[in-house]
């Protein structure tokens, strides 16, 4: 019985190797989606390096922290695990559903890269210091993640934009869409709870990512057709 089983698993998963192999070759194939792809991978990859040096000019500058209306009546939580687990969780479910439908990666890869450069620049803008912590050095995740993960980047907050971001890319699929909100949900409570972000660096988070949604449909028309022609609920 083991063995039919395991026979009948390697089954399907050759059976998926094989129409995920035909999913790329089709779109390889496509001489616009190849450029789209291409660009939409350099313009992502230019994204990270520029928010990367905007987080730690907003580090280095920051100054004094202000009082918070949700922060302020609220203690501090130690929530380390919670945000860098829950970070490498969302990270785990996003790459490989993007690697099994193919023709979705360069709209979502340009329209992150328009987040980061927004993020970039309006944490560039105004340099507050974050709020004060009960244990500064809460976090050790090594110099460099930290810069980029808990530097004094505030306004407004990347872990709760993002992944409502992604909600907005995949709207049409329920079950994707409810797991981004709940997951945008998830790293809003987290840090506020870990004082982290201010209130209104989470709040105006949904505002701004709706709105660069909007801006990246409009930017990026072909790669959203692209996006609607492989969605997951329509994979073979």
């Given at each position: 019985m083991s063995i039919v089983g395991t026979a009948t698993k390697s089954s399907r998963f050759l059976h998926l190797c094989r129409v995920l192999a035909g999913r790329y070759r089709q779109c390889w194939s496509d001489r616009e989606f190849r450029v789209s792809l291409v660009l939409s991978a350099l313009t992502f990859t230019a994204s990270l390096i520029v928010v990367f040096y905007a987080i730690g000019y907003a580090t280095d500058r920051a100054s004094n922290p202000v009082t918070d209306i949700v922060l302020s009546n609220t203690p501090v939580f130690d929530v380390d695990?919670?945000?860098?687990?829950?970070?490498?969780?969302?990270?785990?479910?996003?790459?490989?559903?993007?690697?099994v439908n193919p023709r979705c990666i360069p709209f979502a890869l340009h329209s992150v890269a328009l987040f980061y450069?927004?993020?970039?620049?309006?944490?560039?803008?105004?340099?507050?210091?974050?709020?004060?912590?009960?244990?500064?050095?809460a976090f050790d995740?090594?110099?460099?993640?930290?810069?980029?993960?808990?530097?004094?980047?505030?306004?407004?907050?990347?872990?709760?934009?993002?992944?409502?971001?992604?909600?907005?890319?995949?709207?049409?699929?329920?079950r994707a869409r409810v797991i981004f909100l709940l997951w945008s949900a998830y790293f809003g409570i987290i840090v506020l709870l870990g004082h982290l972000h201010y209130s209104i660096d989470v709040a105006s988070a949904f505002f701004i990512t709706f709105g660069v949604y909007k801006i990246?449909?409009?930017l990026f028309p072909k790669d959203r057709a692209f996006f609607n022609?492989?969605?997951?609920?329509?994979?073979?």
């Amino acid at each position: 019985m083991s063995i039919v089983g395991t026979a009948t698993k390697s089954s399907r998963f050759l059976h998926l190797c094989r129409v995920l192999a035909g999913r790329y070759r089709q779109c390889w194939s496509d001489r616009e989606f190849r450029v789209s792809l291409v660009l939409s991978a350099l313009t992502f990859t230019a994204s990270l390096i520029v928010v990367f040096y905007a987080i730690g000019y907003a580090t280095d500058r920051a100054s004094n922290p202000v009082t918070d209306i949700v922060l302020s009546n609220t203690p501090v939580f130690d929530v380390d695990g919670l945000f860098v687990y829950g970070t490498a969780f969302f990270l785990a479910f996003v790459v490989p559903l993007l690697l099994v439908n193919p023709r979705c990666i360069p709209f979502a890869l340009h329209s992150v890269a328009l987040f980061y450069f927004t993020r970039a620049g309006f944490i560039s803008l105004t340099h507050l210091g974050p709020f004060p912590l009960a244990n500064p050095n809460a976090f050790d995740l090594g110099a460099t993640v930290n810069r980029f993960f808990v530097g004094k980047d505030l306004f407004f907050s990347g872990h709760t934009g993002l992944p409502f971001l992604l909600a907005l890319i995949f709207w049409k699929e329920k079950r994707a869409r409810v797991i981004f909100l709940l997951w945008s949900a998830y790293f809003g409570i987290i840090v506020l709870l870990g004082h982290l972000h201010y209130s209104i660096d989470v709040a105006s988070a949904f505002f701004i990512t709706f709105g660069v949604y909007k801006i990246a449909e409009w930017l990026f028309p072909k790669d959203r057709a692209f996006f609607n022609s492989d969605t997951p609920s329509r994979s073979a």
